[in-house]
């Protein structure tokens, strides 16, 4: 990512519509992935994506400026330019209930596949994100996902067709599916067996003795063991999850809401979060440590000035919950913040503000499920 920051002074000290580091960046970033998945849009003397890119920025500086007429990136323009589509904070909410969806893919051969396993024909959708990063959905739309994938089981909101590890028991792994109009829990797995799919002969040998090619009723524990002895996806990727922190309690009196900051692990798995990254429990810890002994401000959408504060925290942990006596299918941070701003307050009573999102820098590292 080349320095921007130039560019930025150069065009606020001239331009009544300000822009920032960040929206250069995501113009940028919209660039890279345009000159890659649209060769077609490219004009014949450009040479790189690098190349591509930087002539995307440019070309929406003098869209804010005035000097062009709006093609791109109008969700990014400053809020104060006439021909801003920049989300609204009930939008952004919007786009924190799709992570919690899950089923959020990088590229949108991933969403149709998952589409059609769905039984959506391989229609897709996308969502784009503040920073220019494009989420794909299976289904036409939001509401067509949702309408076929969310249900209701004993007081549980679910996901359907999406298998999960359990903690204890005779089987290894749960999934709910749709069954003669009503929802139905089918365990399956083995908890004492390695899934060795990665080894053609083991993955030959038990779909050949399970007959996995007869095996097509999702009602039934063996399509999901043969499911999980397909060659391509792995396991993690079959049950990971998409889990955002939601405010579970309000206290009016004394402004205060509570509610997981952030989740990390889900009955033993890894939590992915939108950038497609695991935190590892023992970093979340430090984290947090190094969090309420020097910060604990909090911002709206991690912008402008501070509008309420940590006053209770608690990382949650195996080894920790054990050690205390607390039993949790989770590991994360649980977090009690006090809200100062009335404007904020009224929007999180009103059920518009309904998460906590956790922002910071970390050194990224490769992980082997």
Same mark, same amino acid.
């Not at 060795?196 to 996995?212: E, G, L, M, S, V």
């Given at each position: ?13 001239? %331009? ?24 077609? %849009? ?22 804010? %400026? ?80 949702? !309408? ?85 996806? %792995? ?87 054990? !050690? ?46």
């Amino acid at each position: 990512m080349p320095n921007l920051s130039a560019k930025v002074t150069a065009h606020n000290a001239k %331009s009544k519509h300000k822009v920032t580091t960040s929206m250069l960046q995501a113009v940028y970033r919209r660039g890279i992935g345009a000159y890659k998945t649209n060769p077609g %849009s490219v004009r014949p003397n450009v040479s790189s994506p690098q190349q591509w890119a930087m002539a995307r920025v440019n070309s929406f500086l003098r869209i804010v %400026s005035g000097s062009k007429s709006p093609k791109h990136d109008k969700d990014l323009l400053p809020s104060s330019h006439a021909s801003s589509t920049k989300k609204s904070d009930v939008e952004k909410a919007e786009m924190e209930k799709v992570d919690a969806d899950g089923d959020v893919f990088d590229t949108e051969a991933e969403a149709k596949a998952r589409s059609v396993e769905l039984g959506l024909k391989g229609a897709t959708h996308s969502h784009v994100y503040e920073d220019g990063k494009v989420g794909y959905m299976p289904g036409k739309s939001h509401a067509e996902y949702h !309408s076929l994938t969310k249900a209701e089981y004993q007081g549980e909101q679910v996901t359907l067709n999406k298998p999960r590890r359990i903690q204890g028991g005779n089987k290894k792994f749960e999934v709910f599916v749709q069954s003669g109009g009503k929802v139905k829990r089918v365990t399956f797995g083995d908890p004492n067996m390695e899934i060795r799919r990665d080894d053609p002969k083991a993955r030959a040998n038990f779909r050949a003795r399970h007959n996995c090619d007869t095996k097509k009723d999702k009602t039934t524990a063996g399509y999901w063991s043969c499911r999980m002895w397909e060659g391509g996806t %792995s396991v993690s990727d079959l049950t990971k999850t998409n889990i955002e922190g939601q405010i579970l309690k309000a206290d009016d009196e004394q402004r205060l809401v509570y509610g997981w900051a952030s989740v990390v692990t889900e009955k033993g798995e890894p939590v992915v979060d939108r950038q497609g990254d695991v935190i590892e429990p023992e970093t979340l810890v430090k984290a947090v440590n190094s969090f309420m002994e020097n910060i604990r401000v909090g911002k709206e959408m991690h912008k402008g000035d501070q509008i309420g504060a940590v006053i209770h925290s608690m990382p949650v942990t195996k080894e920790i919950g054990e !050690s205390l006596g607390i039993q949790s299918d989770r590991e994360g941070w649980i977090v009690a913040f006090k809200v100062y701003d009335d404007n904020v307050w009224a929007r999180v009573k009103s059920g518009e503000l309904a998460a906590f999102s956790i922002g910071g820098r970390a050194i990224k590292e490769s992980y082997d499920a």
